[in-house]
């Protein structure tokens, strides 16, 4: 069994910044991407931000150059910082990964996803 464990999140003004932490346990062999979707009301879960585990990291663009994301592979986790917040980035964040898990006699890539975490911004 692998978790994605998520922490952060919350409420804050415009202009204000939040970090969102996930961490990934259990039975894990490798794990290639991680990264963080979001979902706002109405609206199509998408992607916020990912990190490979060869350290290549991609981001929409709404949040370019406000969002950064972190990982470390050691610890299998991966935060992501968000500055110069918008009421715009309100949503539920979802930790996602692509782990590599042993089952019985063989090993297997499976898609994981954390429980989600509201972020509101106010205006």
């Known amino acids: 069994q692998v978790q994605l464990a998520e922490d952060g999140g919350g409420l804050v003004q415009a202009g204000g910044s939040l970090r969102l932490s996930c961490a990934a346990s259990?039975?894990?062999?490798?794990?290639?991407?991680m990264g963080w979707y979001r979902q706002a009301p109405g609206k199509q879960r998408e992607l916020v931000a990912r990190?490979?585990?060869?350290?290549?990291?991609n981001y929409a663009e709404s949040v370019v150059g406000r969002f950064t994301i972190s990982r470390d592979n050691a610890k299998n986790t991966v935060s992501l910082q968000m500055s110069s917040l918008k009421p715009e980035d309100t949503a539920v964040y979802f930790c996602?990964?692509?782990?590599?898990?042993?089952?019985?006699?063989?090993?297997?890539?499976?898609?994981?996803w954390g429980q989600g975490t509201q972020v509101t911004v106010s205006s």
């Open positions: 996602n990964a692509g782990i590599i898990v042993k089952e019985t006699m063989r090993f297997v890539a499976r898609e994981y």
């Open positions: 990190s490979t585990s060869g350290g290549f990291t």
């Open positions: 259990g039975s894990i062999v490798s794990i290639s991407a």
